[in-house]
């Protein structure tokens, strides 16, 4: 079985895309093919879906099996991508059931439930699988739901993700997550300290936002 990582950006927060990029070759498994959609903006306009189907449709030309977004802004846990391998065999796709968010501008933090979806960057699916989705809403930020709508007629899996939502305002965002203010305070980062690695926590507490 061939698998992916996708991550899209618009070369608005090169920091952030390193440190993605970092982040995947520690990863316990072997990350397969990191494929990387980063083109110079047509307009102001959220473009995330068609970025997105842009890097499914180089996944189906190289034939790859699974793709697993990787979005460029976010903590992951080592052991991410091994988790999301062991439930490919009997999945069509694969997320977490809760979002964990931390805003970097106001320090606050929160768990999120949605029973049977995922945000987008815990999402994995098998690519045939996506054959038949609409790709349509062009400048749709909310494409994770879009997505998790359709795979109710596939098989579905959730895990533990091990990830935390990075919401910072560095470049074009989408959803509200980066202006909001979330329920948990954490004025002095203990509690994103001993929730990343060492040298993600750094790299998230040297951004000067």
């Not at 998790?148 to 007629?153: E, G, L, P, V």
């Not at 596939?154 to 910072?168: E, L, P, Q, S, V």
């Not at 997550?177 to 300290?193: A, S, V």
Request: net charge positive; proline share 2%; glycine share 6%.
């Amino acid at each position: 079985m061939s698998h992916c990582l996708l991550t899209v950006t618009r070369g608005d927060r090169p920091q952030l895309l390193e440190h993605c990029k970092s982040q995947a070759k520690n990863f316990t498994a072997s990350i397969g093919t990191h494929i990387i959609i980063d083109y110079k903006p047509k307009s102001f306009k959220p473009d995330l879906t068609e970025r997105v189907k842009a890097g499914y449709d180089e996944a189906v030309r190289l034939g790859i099996d699974w793709m697993m977004i990787m979005e460029d802004d976010d903590f992951y846990d080592k052991n991410y991508l091994h988790r999301v391998l062991l439930k490919c065999d009997t999945s069509d796709f694969i997320g977490c059931e809760h979002s964990i968010y931390f805003n970097l501008k106001n320090r606050t933090w929160d768990k999120l439930i949605h029973k049977g979806r995922s945000s987008l960057y815990t999402t994995a699916f098998r690519v045939s699988a996506m054959k038949n989705f609409a790709w349509h809403r062009a400048h749709d930020v909310f494409l994770d739901q879009n997505i998790w709508n359709y795979a109710k007629r596939f098989r579905r899996t959730f895990i533990d993700a091990g990830a935390i939502g990075i919401k910072h305002g560095i470049g074009l965002t989408g959803g509200k997550g980066h202006t909001t203010i979330f329920k948990n305070r954490d004025p002095e980062l203990m509690w994103l300290e001993n929730n990343m690695s060492k040298e993600s926590f750094e790299f998230y507490k040297s951004l000067e936002l």
